[in-house]
């Protein structure tokens, strides 16, 4: 069967697909030592753990590393296990081994609500795209970094893969020792006996090659020494010294420099373009169309010596554009069709508890409320970049990716090569946020080099060209409804939403065959609305999925980070009208839900909720799950000239076992400054098909100065490990806008913040 149709024969009346897919068992990814490379003087012992002569470990990384501390973190739970110093371990890219692939990330595990562990048995539909993603990740062995999912992807196999390393280098100390195993004791890396013989990993790694461990287990929680301490992040002094290498830092012998200029409106292409002037600048080389998949001409790229000299050569360039088939793209007429699909449409139920209908035609009083969030732009620090060099009919890249392995088999589709003939050099990001988890860039560079007679080419976009040109978060509305009883209960919550799908989107750009009218329901469009740990007796859940046209992405905590904003904002609507303080009316929803009742509370307990605040301060509380992590934040914020001021946020956090501390309150505090930059100045527009914000003097970010203190505190769990990157993203908008609230009386329905 073609692939559509098999997927398509998969779905059911519903169009979603009651299954879950598990968790590939983490001794199946141990891989085989040839998945790494074979350096003189290093043994592999598995496809993830190399040992080398001096007793250094080599780990293969197989996550990019984009601020969020991953390589320290994974070098961690490899240290743990191995009983090594984390200075002992060094990284080597890892390769496109399907052991790498990030399991957790792309395959649907939630064949249940969350909550079902507590007590609550709410059954929850996979839906068709998360399966066709998971069929993705299985395919393709997608090596991805994202979704705040690599510790936990790795927490089990990573372990285990050093677990069995050091098993097995223990029985070739004691082969070729002679003494009985049992004897044998590992400390920073060095085997010791009694009989006083000691040596480093390094002497055994040969022996240990061939040998195969059985039933290796893993160390008891009680005897780690490295996870769940404050580790220093080894990455700290290369990015404070400048020698840290990002995207941009590449520099390669007789390297020439690019930059493109793609079509002003949206979706628009290039008819015509004259380089004469251009060309007759200094240090100018060429000018050349650049093609996309469809074969449409979306701009042009100028190669010269520098890129400044390719930026001003750019700029000279007279060009003809067309416009999109469809018309112009305009963000005032979308927010229009969004509210009239949500009115008119019932869009697709991703979950549904007792009879919300019901509920509603008996009510004594509806309480209805529409709440809106704008389209975003990724905005990372450092823009898109990528080097690529072809020679001698191979590709070499150097990107800041999150997708290695789809940055490879891009830029071998582009060059026309198999994709052995691609190598790919995964450098430091300087953000990421979801942005990279395209590779638009890399077929630019790809094309680019094809045009460069043989030399490196490092592609870079302007601020401009990053702004305009993004896979933007996309614009939702949503209509919530609560139904109020005689006696002033809340008897049921309806919530429906609008806006378009990324996963399909994404999924069309990743696999062509999926293009065209296959669209299925996507999780990321209801994900924090269908999965609310509140209580009411009747809730009803849909989200009416639509295509606007405007390119679309992931972007950090997807669908939570406007789904939160709505759903908080109006449960703080539904305490006022029922005449109950804020976290107390939570608390009683929260009966059947512990862990997120302990999570709010000690939030509120760090905040001291209710206790005075200074004059013209006021506190608001929001609570959020996503990616596996509960997070309640209260954010203390006053009025300046009118406009919100936040000046601490107090986030409490249950995020399952943490490995590094420090790296959690790092990223809850990277989330919260994230979060600020979205809730006060976060906004796309589009005007006749022209995005409006083109560098950081529209679409400004939060500085120092508009900082609030941050405190994390972190509920201890034994649980497995969820995501840290993203969950502390959702919970501050509304927590803002219900401080907002008590300060003026006016509901803020709208992001961004106008007042």
Same mark, same amino acid.
């Given at each position: 069967?073609?692939?559509?149709?098999?997927?398509?024969?998969?779905?059911?009346?519903?169009? *979603?697909?009651?299954? $879950?897919?598990?968790?590939?068992?983490?001794?199946?990814?141990?891989?085989?030592?040839?998945?790494?490379?074979?350096?003189?003087?290093?043994?592999?012992?598995? $496809?993830?753990?190399?040992?080398?002569?001096?007793?250094?470990?080599?780990?293969?990384?197989?996550?990019?590393? @984009?601020?969020?501390?991953?390589?320290?973190?994974?070098?961690?739970?490899?240290?743990?296990?191995?009983?090594?110093?984390?200075?002992?371990?060094?990284?080597?890219?890892?390769?496109?081994?399907?052991?790498?692939?990030?399991?957790?990330?792309?395959?649907?595990?939630?064949?249940?609500?969350?909550?079902?562990?507590?007590?609550?048995?709410?059954?929850?539909?996979?839906?068709?795209?998360?399966?066709?993603?998971?069929?993705?990740?299985?395919?393709?062995?997608?090596?991805?970094? !994202?979704?705040?999912?690599?510790?936990?992807?790795?927490?089990?196999?990573?372990?285990?893969?050093?677990? /069995?390393?050091?098993?097995?280098?223990?029985?070739?100390?004691?082969?070729?020792?002679?003494?009985?195993?049992?004897?044998?004791?590992?400390?920073?890396?060095?085997?010791?006996?009694?009989?006083?013989?000691?040596?480093?990993?390094?002497?055994?790694?040969?022996?240990?090659?061939?040998?195969?461990?059985?039933?290796?287990?893993?160390?008891?929680?009680?005897?780690?020494?490295?996870?769940?301490?404050? /580790?220093?992040?080894?990455?700290?002094?290369?990015?404070?010294?400048?020698?840290?290498?990002?995207?941009?830092?590449?520099?390669?012998?007789?390297?020439?420099?690019?930059?493109?200029?793609?079509?002003?409106?949206?979706?628009?292409?290039?008819?015509?373009?004259?380089?004469?002037?251009?060309?007759?600048?200094?240090?100018?080389?060429?000018?050349?169309?650049?093609?996309?998949?469809?074969?449409?001409?979306?701009?042009?790229?100028?190669?010269?010596?520098?890129?400044?000299?390719?930026?001003?050569?750019? +700029?000279?360039?007279?060009?003809?554009?067309?416009?999109?088939?469809?018309?112009?793209?305009?963000?005032?007429?979308?927010?229009?069709?969004?509210?009239?699909?949500?009115?008119?449409?019932?869009?697709?139920?991703?979950?549904?508890?007792?009879?919300?209908?019901?509920?509603?035609?008996?009510? *004594?009083?509806?309480?209805?409320?529409?709440?809106?969030?704008?389209?975003?732009?990724?905005? /990372?620090?450092?823009?898109?970049?990528?080097?690529?060099?072809?020679?001698? !009919?191979?590709?070499?890249?150097?990107?800041?990716?999150?997708?290695?392995?789809?940055?490879?088999?891009?830029?071998?589709?582009?060059?026309?090569?198999?994709? +052995?003939?691609?190598?790919?050099?995964?450098?430091?990001?300087?953000?990421?946020?979801?942005?990279?988890?395209?590779?638009?860039?890399?077929?630019?560079?790809?094309?680019?080099?094809?045009?460069?007679?043989?030399?490196?080419?490092?592609?870079?976009?302007?601020?401009?060209?990053?702004?305009?040109?993004?896979?933007?978060?996309? @614009?939702?509305?949503?209509?919530?409804?609560?139904?109020?009883?005689?006696?002033?209960?809340?008897?049921?919550?309806?919530?429906?939403?609008?806006?378009?799908?990324?996963?399909?989107?994404?999924?069309?750009?990743?696999?062509?065959?999926?293009?065209?009218?296959?669209?299925?329901?996507?999780? /990321?469009?209801?994900?924090?609305?269908?999965?609310?740990?509140?209580?009411?007796?009747?809730?009803?859940?849909?989200?009416?999925?639509?295509?606007?046209?405007?390119?679309?992405?992931?972007?950090?905590?997807?669908?939570?980070?406007?789904?939160?904003?709505?759903?908080?904002?109006?449960?703080?609507?539904?305490?006022?009208?029922?005449?109950?303080?804020?976290?107390?009316?939570?608390?009683?929803?929260?009966?059947?839900?512990?862990?997120?009742?302990?999570?709010?509370?000690?939030?509120?307990?760090?905040?001291?909720?209710?206790?005075?605040?200074?004059? !013209?301060?006021?506190?608001?509380?929001?609570?959020?799950?996503?990616?596996?992590?509960?997070?309640?934040?209260?954010?203390?914020?006053?009025?300046?000239?009118?406009?919100?001021?936040?000046?601490?946020?107090?986030?409490?956090?249950?995020?399952?076992?943490?490995?590094?501390?420090?790296?959690?309150?790092?990223?809850?505090?990277?989330?919260?400054?994230?979060?600020?930059?979205?809730?006060?100045?976060?906004?796309?527009?589009?005007?006749?098909?022209?995005?409006?914000?083109?560098?950081?003097?529209?679409?400004?970010?939060?500085?120092?100065?508009?900082?609030?203190?941050?405190?994390?505190?972190?509920?201890?769990?034994?649980?497995?490990?969820?995501?840290?990157?993203?969950?502390?993203?959702?919970?501050?908008?509304?927590?803002?806008?219900?401080?907002?609230?008590?300060?003026? !009386?006016?509901?803020?329905?709208?992001?961004?913040?106008?007042?």
């Amino acid at each position: 069967m073609k692939r559509r149709n098999l997927i398509l024969s998969g779905l059911g009346v519903s169009g *979603a697909l009651i299954v $879950g897919w598990g968790v590939l068992p983490a001794r199946s990814r141990l891989g085989k030592s040839s998945n790494m490379l074979p350096i003189e003087g290093e043994v592999a012992l598995n $496809g993830w753990i190399k040992i080398a002569k001096d007793g250094g470990v080599v780990l293969a990384m197989h996550r990019s590393d @984009m601020g969020q501390g991953i390589h320290n973190a994974l070098s961690m739970l490899v240290a743990e296990e191995l009983d090594v110093s984390l200075k002992n371990i060094r990284l080597e890219q890892a390769g496109q081994d399907s052991i790498y692939g990030n399991v957790a990330m792309f395959v649907g595990t939630l064949p249940f609500h969350p909550l079902q562990s507590e007590g609550v048995n709410k059954p929850f539909l996979v839906h068709s795209g998360e399966w066709i993603v998971g069929k993705v990740a299985r395919e393709l062995g997608v090596n991805a970094t !994202g979704g705040s999912s690599s510790v936990k992807d790795a927490w089990e196999h990573l372990r285990i893969a050093a677990a /069995t390393a050091k098993a097995s280098l223990r029985l070739a100390a004691a082969d070729q020792w002679k003494v009985p195993l049992k004897e044998l004791k590992v400390k920073e890396g060095v085997i010791s006996h009694a009989s006083g013989k000691s040596a480093h990993f390094g002497e055994f790694a040969q022996g240990a090659a061939a040998q195969t461990p059985q039933n290796v287990a893993l160390k008891d929680r009680k005897d780690w020494t490295l996870i769940g301490q404050a /580790t220093a992040r080894a990455d700290v002094p290369a990015k404070t010294d400048g020698s840290a290498v990002f995207g941009m830092d590449v520099r390669l012998p007789n390297m020439v420099f690019a930059s493109v200029v793609q079509a002003p409106q949206m979706g628009g292409t290039l008819i015509s373009f004259d380089a004469k002037e251009a060309l007759a600048l200094p240090g100018v080389l060429k000018c050349i169309q650049l093609t996309s998949a469809a074969g449409s001409a979306p701009g042009f790229a100028v190669i010269a010596k520098t890129t400044w000299h390719a930026k001003q050569a750019a +700029d000279k360039v007279k060009s003809q554009w067309a416009q999109r088939a469809e018309g112009a793209i305009d963000t005032k007429r979308i927010e229009s069709e969004l509210k009239a699909k949500l009115k008119a449409e019932k869009g697709f139920t991703f979950y549904e508890h007792g009879d919300a209908s019901k509920a509603e035609s008996s009510a *004594a009083r509806l309480i209805e409320a529409q709440y809106k969030a704008p389209y975003l732009a990724h905005a /990372t620090m450092e823009p898109m970049n990528c080097t690529a060099h072809l020679k001698g !009919g191979s590709l070499e890249i150097w990107a800041p990716t999150q997708v290695p392995g789809l940055a490879r088999a891009t830029a071998a589709k582009v060059a026309h090569l198999s994709e +052995d003939k691609v190598k790919v050099n995964v450098t430091l990001l300087g953000g990421g946020f979801g942005r990279r988890l395209e590779t638009d860039v890399v077929a630019q560079a790809t094309q680019i080099a094809m045009a460069a007679d043989g030399l490196p080419v490092q592609l870079v976009w302007s601020r401009e060209e990053d702004m305009t040109h993004d896979f933007y978060r996309p @614009m939702h509305v949503a209509q919530l409804t609560a139904a109020m009883s005689a006696k002033g209960e809340v008897e049921s919550l309806r919530i429906k939403s609008a806006g378009d799908a990324i996963s399909p989107r994404w999924m069309s750009r990743v696999l062509p065959a999926l293009s065209g009218p296959f669209d299925a329901p996507d999780k /990321t469009t209801a994900e924090g609305l269908f999965d609310l740990p509140y209580g009411f007796a009747n809730q009803h859940m849909a989200h009416v999925s639509t295509r606007m046209g405007v390119p679309i992405g992931f972007w950090r905590s997807v669908g939570h980070s406007h789904n939160a904003f709505f759903s908080e904002s109006f449960i703080d609507e539904l305490a006022f009208e029922t005449k109950q303080e804020p976290l107390a009316f939570r608390l009683t929803l929260l009966k059947q839900a512990p862990r997120y009742a302990a999570v709010l509370k000690l939030a509120a307990e760090k905040a001291k909720w209710g206790e005075a605040l200074p004059a !013209g301060h006021a506190h608001g509380v929001a609570l959020h799950e996503s990616f596996g992590s509960i997070v309640a934040q209260v954010a203390e914020v006053s009025l300046q000239a009118g406009k919100p001021r936040v000046h601490r946020v107090v986030c409490a956090i249950d995020c399952g076992t943490v490995v590094n501390p420090a790296t959690v309150a790092q990223q809850v505090e990277s989330s919260v400054n994230f979060a600020l930059t979205a809730a006060l100045f976060g906004n796309i527009d589009i005007q006749e098909g022209v995005v409006q914000q083109t560098n950081f003097s529209n679409y400004p970010l939060v500085q120092m100065a508009q900082s609030p203190v941050v405190e994390t505190w972190i509920v201890p769990s034994t649980q497995s490990p969820e995501g840290v990157g993203e969950p502390a993203v959702p919970p501050l908008a509304p927590a803002i806008a219900n401080a907002m609230f008590k300060l003026t !009386g006016q509901r803020v329905r709208s992001l961004p913040f106008k007042s």
